[in-house]
């Protein structure tokens, strides 16, 4: 099955503590992405990648690192996180090109005490 | 200016009502539009996809996107309990670039 996968769906942990939510995708997708979802702000995209060992800033990428060493994974890492992070985060992915429809993952709901 | 902007509802009405789901954008460069629904406690799913302007039609869901006003509508026909859910609206900005809506809350009640 044709999928993203994330983990963990569910994550507290307190502030200065780093973590690592894991991202992968079954399709062979170029492009990978990650948002974070908050409410009365939406969707917000905060680190996105073309393809292995291209990555780009999105709009709120403050406080976030990640990488892309294989074309199916694209770990998000908070080095050290800060309770304004405390949010739903999205894994999405999809072939190249403007009209690829993006696929999403599950979500990651983290909270930082 | 937001780049999108969704009435956030909730929206509520009886099943088998015709539900309007509306959203604006801001620059009138973009070109591709798209909505997802969103279930309690899952990621997005796509459910519909246009290019440029004009209509497309998938079972009950009706997409529309109006360039003149710069205005995207969600129309669903013979709304069920299933249907309730977020929907957002998301422009491609370029580069695969999504920005969304904040979402609508839809309720169908049986």
């Known amino acids: 099955e044709a999928q993203v996968t994330q983990n963990p769906r569910y994550l507290i942990t307190v502030t200065g503590k780093k973590l690592t939510v894991t991202c992968s995708q079954n399709?062979?997708?170029?492009?990978m992405s990650w948002y974070r979802q908050d409410p009365g702000l939406g969707l917000r995209q905060i680190y996105y990648s073309m393809n292995v060992e291209v990555t780009d800033k999105g709009d709120v990428p403050e406080g976030y690192k990640v990488s892309r060493k294989e074309k199916r994974n694209f770990p998000l890492i908070l080095e050290s996180p800060s309770p304004n992070q405390t949010s739903l985060y999205f894994c999405?992915?999809?072939?190249?090109?403007?009209?690829?429809?993006?696929?999403f993952g599950n979500g990651t709901r983290l909270t930082v005490t | 200016q937001k780049e999108v902007e969704q009435d956030p509802g909730p929206l509520s009405v009886p099943e088998g009502a015709i539900v309007s789901l509306n959203c604006t954008y801001s620059n009138s460069a973009f070109q591709y539009f798209m909505w997802y629904r969103q279930y309690s406690r899952k990621g997005p799913e796509l459910l519909m996809y246009t290019y440029s302007s004009g209509n497309k039609e998938d079972g009950r869901f009706t997409a529309q996107v109006d360039k003149s006003s710069k205005y995207i509508s969600l129309f669903i026909r013979d709304s069920q309990p299933s249907d309730s859910a977020t929907y957002l609206c998301a422009v491609n900005t370029g580069f695969q670039k999504l920005v969304f809506g904040t979402g609508t809350r839809l309720l169908v009640s049986p």
């Open positions: 399709m062979n997708h170029e492009y």
């Open positions: 999405a992915s999809s072939w190249a090109g403007d009209n690829s429809p993006l696929h």
